[in-house]
């Protein structure tokens, strides 16, 4: 009975959403005629994993700045994120040598800056920031390293071709891409960049036409040939890792959705992503509260001024007469929320590891510091090694 009682109300939440201003683009009647998306929604939570690993951590680059007084509230919350995904980034052993680190909605650069702070002693590193806006405030003008050169590309991600960037073009760096909080579709945009743009094409150029030999001649080095390749294809891997801290899924696209063939999979497509993508901003119902609590002299802390955004995204959504009100309850409505989010999450960890990537989603932070406190980590699967045989 109660099981019922929460499929009608399942029902009624996503028939009186899909009733709004979207209802004539969302073709509401064919799936109210259908009956049946609240029961995909209740399906998915059943396949997908909603509840994630805890994996706070901290990274010793900052603990100067994280002890500090003079930082407000809000920069020590960003310290703390950072901290968390530079500690995450070394327990990956993704922090090293020899390597191209491409920030991704990059702003100011506090990310990369952290980054570099731990590399300090490191030769061999290269910091790529991509920005399509002209940011004030930038940091990495201050850094003056003969062991690491920053570049700014102020370009959209999405036409963003990093084979054709001269640093990697020259030097064919293994790249580190990293965000926090990548907003909507710029994540799919850079899992694309790298996974389907940068890594194809360094797999593309490593092989190179065989010479034409004797039959004989192939019939004696095939074996020797065969397990070079093999060591090549493992050796080669044109992109480390990924790390990229979540948000905004409301701010997701279908067009550029990594996860379009996990949904289409399981009976879903472009309607129901977007009623999913609607939705999932109920997630972060309490980060007004949040946000309207920070003063402007703290907000100018973050490096793009993240918490503005939020702030202006979230009364976008919450404008509106509230359809829902004395239907569900804030935290309802937040519990449906994150399932949204974990639905397009999962989407995303499906295709990093159809393309052959070890991804997972682990909340890298309290809520209590952020909202949006859920990283995606990505490095490439290790090769598989047959069993010896007996």
């Given at each position: 009975m109660t099981d019922l009682c929460s499929q009608q109300t399942m029902l009624l939440v996503l028939q009186t959403e899909l009733m709004s201003e979207y209802c004539e683009m969302l073709q509401t009647q064919k799936l109210l005629a259908t009956g049946n998306l609240h029961l995909k929604a209740l399906h998915l939570h059943a396949g997908v994993e909603f509840h994630l690993k805890e994996q706070i951590l901290s990274h010793q680059a900052l603990q100067e700045a994280l002890n500090d007084p003079k930082n407000g509230e809000s920069a020590f919350k960003h310290l703390k994120q950072q901290a968390s995904i530079l500690g995450n980034m070394e327990k990956l052993h993704l922090l090293g040598p020899g390597r191209c680190f491409i920030e991704f909605g990059a702003g100011r650069g506090k990310l990369s800056h952290w980054v570099d702070v731990a590399l300090q002693n490191v030769e061999d590193v290269q910091f790529l920031l991509v920005e399509r806006a002209t940011t004030r405030f930038k940091v990495d003008g201050k850094h003056q390293r003969r062991d690491s050169t920053f570049e700014r590309l102020q370009v959209d991600i999405q036409h963003l071709c990093l084979n054709k960037v001269p640093i990697l073009e020259k030097k064919k760096l293994p790249v580190v891409g990293m965000g926090k909080h990548l907003c909507g579709a710029a994540t799919d945009l850079a899992l694309r960049c790298l996974v389907e743009s940068y890594a194809a094409c360094c797999d593309a150029q490593n092989e190179e036409p065989a010479p034409k030999r004797s039959r004989t001649h192939q019939a004696e080095v095939a074996s020797n040939n065969s397990a070079d390749n093999e060591s090549s294809k493992a050796d080669c891997k044109p992109v480390a890792g990924i790390v990229i801290a979540l948000c905004c899924h409301?701010?997701?696209?279908?067009?550029?959705?990594?996860?379009?063939?996990?949904?289409?999979?399981?009976?879903?497509?472009?309607?129901?992503?977007?009623?999913?993508?609607?939705?999932?901003?109920?997630?972060?119902?309490?980060?007004r509260e949040t946000t309207n609590k920070a003063s402007a002299s703290e907000a100018s802390e973050e490096q793009t001024g993240d918490t503005g955004e939020h702030e202006q995204a979230f009364s976008k959504i919450e404008s509106g007469p509230d359809t829902l009100q004395g239907i569900l309850t804030v935290e309802e409505r937040k519990e449906i929320g994150s399932l949204c989010k974990r639905l397009i999450d999962h989407g995303r960890i499906e295709y990093l590891q159809q393309r052959g990537y070890k991804a997972v989603l682990q909340y890298y932070i309290e809520s209590a510091v952020s909202l949006e406190n859920v990283l995606l980590t990505a490095v490439p699967s290790p090769s598989l090694i047959p069993e010896p045989t007996t």
């Open positions: 409301h701010k997701c696209d279908w067009t550029h959705y990594v996860g379009r063939e996990f949904f289409k999979s399981v009976g879903l497509g472009p309607v129901e992503f977007h009623c999913f993508q609607r939705m999932s901003s109920w997630a972060t119902c309490g980060m």
